[in-house]
């Protein structure tokens, strides 16, 4: 990752968007088949029949040697999971995260699903997370700080009760996947670098049911909570702009599906 922050004039935002949309469509795709006994390869396979067939690249596969299009994360697991023939269950938290590469610009998003019917604490963890996310980018703004935007997560989330992770971090989007600058879920007010316009950042709150700590996998990828809580994660790639920051990705599709069922 190179250290200079590219700046993006209004067409590379309208590129990273259209790839953000994008992204928002696998994801609801991927979203008409969550249900218990799918396996979440199958949702990975769907979604990148469909990030193909709408002229788009999975981001995600081979990246890094990632073996799949989309990072798909179990209940405990924080992030960076793999789909598998694991069959999905009554009760599980399921966090996806996908990315897509379009006309030389990237698009990234995550979002979280309970799977049938979840316990409380998982329900108000995804909705403080879900919160969280869009608190951090109402503070996405020109003349702010990168401080202000992690303060802004970490301060819903801990006010709730959950735990921050530290040791993953949202970034900054555009023709590399991951740029500068990285974009912590807690921080200090008014501290860190300033936000200007045309930087474009994905802000990507992954918070714990329980403690902030968590564990890499011998795999390389999987990241776990390490008292085997759930974890949830929400993330749009947002533009900086003057008095309120423009969200280039959409949850909009998934929850057109959400709400039918």
């Given amino acids: 990752m190179s250290n200079r922050i590219v700046l993006k ?22 979203a008409k088949l969550i249900a218990p006994g799918v396996t979440t390869k199958a949702l990975d396979t769907a979604a990148e029949e469909f990030i193909r067939d709408h002229g788009g690249i999975p981001a995600f596969l081979n990246f890094g040697g990632f073996p799949a299009s989309l990072c798909i994360s179990l209940n405990d697991q924080v992030v960076h999971g793999f789909p598998s023939q694991y069959q999905l269950k009554d009760g599980d938290v399921l966090s996806v995260d996908c990315g897509v590469l379009m006309n030389g610009y990237y698009g990234d998003s995550a979002y979280t699903y309970g799977i049938g019917e979840i316990s409380e604490e998982n329900k108000q963890l995804l909705k403080i997370t879900k919160e ?61 670098i300033k936000l200007e316009e045309g930087m474009v950042i994905a802000i990507e709150p992954m918070i714990n049911a329980g403690k902030a700590g968590v ?39 998934i929850e057109e599906v959400l709400n039918k069922v």
């Fill in 215 to 253: 564990k890499f996998w011998d795999d390389g990828w999987t990241v776990s909570t390490v008292d085997k809580k759930c974890s949830a994660h929400f993330e749009h790639t947002v533009a900086i702009k003057k008095g309120k920051a423009d969200i280039l990705s959409t949850f909009e599709f």
């Fill in 9 to 30: 004039n209004a067409e590379q935002i309208e590129l990273i968007r259209e790839s953000s949309i994008l992204v928002g469509k696998a994801h609801a795709e991927v």
């Fill in 132 to 192: 969280s996310l869009y608190l951090g980018i109402e503070k996405a703004i020109a003349g702010n700080r990168i401080g202000d935007i992690g303060y802004a997560v970490q301060y819903h989330a801990e006010e709730n009760g959950f735990g921050v992770v530290r040791e993953l971090v949202g970034h900054g989007v555009g023709t590399k996947l991951h740029e500068k600058p990285e974009v912590p879920n807690y921080g200090k007010r008014g501290s860190g």
